[in-house]
């Protein structure tokens, strides 16, 4: 097994009217995927796997669906990860990762995974559109290492909600949205 290995990993698609029958993913360095990553494309499964990325660093990744007749959706909205080799307080290594890992749009709650280089204090809080805090899912020290991060959406009425995270020296921050 490759320990160099970064799993990509999404919810397949809802529309069964279409057929869908694979996935094109695309990953990059930069936001507007200008300097794109070769990864394996089409896939068929709801996981892909990316060996050997270039150093520390951040990267986006995006998807979309065909279907059986050689349609192909809109790219998703793109997503983030940060990387990093080796360990924690290397010079330009992230202090931390957010990954959104629950369904998109949230019906019962939205789950994110935060991954910390070294023990940190870390803020984690759901805030709705209007700036209200809605849940305060993290407000301690952390270990370092990967941490799922869980909100219960199910009280919640339908619409944006952002997640920020906070640790000392560095903030991120994700929305997401809320059905009913």
């Given at each position: 097994m490759n320990?160099?290995?970064t799993s990509l990993v999404w919810h397949a698609s809802g529309d069964n009217l279409s057929g869908t029958e694979a996935y094109h993913v695309q990953l990059a360095s930069d936001s507007l995927f200008t300097d794109t990553i070769p990864?394996?494309?089409?896939?068929?499964?709801?996981?892909?796997?990316?060996?050997?990325?270039?150093?520390?660093a951040d990267y986006y990744w995006h998807i979309r669906a065909g279907d059986s007749a050689g349609n192909w959706s809109n790219w998703?909205?793109?997503?983030?990860?940060?990387?990093?080799?080796g360990l924690a307080g290397r010079k330009g290594i992230p202090s931390f990762g957010l990954a959104r890992a629950g369904p998109?749009?949230?019906?019962?709650?939205?789950?994110?995974?935060?991954?910390?280089?070294?023990?940190?204090?870390?803020?984690?809080?759901?805030?709705d559109a209007t700036g209200k805090v809605m849940a305060t899912l993290v407000a301690g020290?952390?270990?370092a290492g990967k941490h799922e991060l869980q909100?219960?959406?199910?009280?919640a009425s339908a619409g944006?909600?952002?997640?920020?995270?906070?640790?000392?020296?560095?903030s991120a921050a994700g929305r997401f949205l809320v059905v009913k």
């Open positions: 320990t160099d290995t990864v394996p494309s089409p896939v068929t499964p709801d996981t892909v796997e990316v060996c050997s990325l270039p150093g520390a998703s909205q793109a997503r983030m990860f940060s990387r990093y080799v998109q749009p949230a019906i019962r709650g939205a789950r994110f995974v935060l991954t910390l280089a070294e023990a940190s204090r870390v803020e984690a809080l759901v805030y020290t952390l270990e909100w219960d959406a199910q009280s944006v909600y952002c997640l920020l995270i906070r640790t000392p020296g560095r």
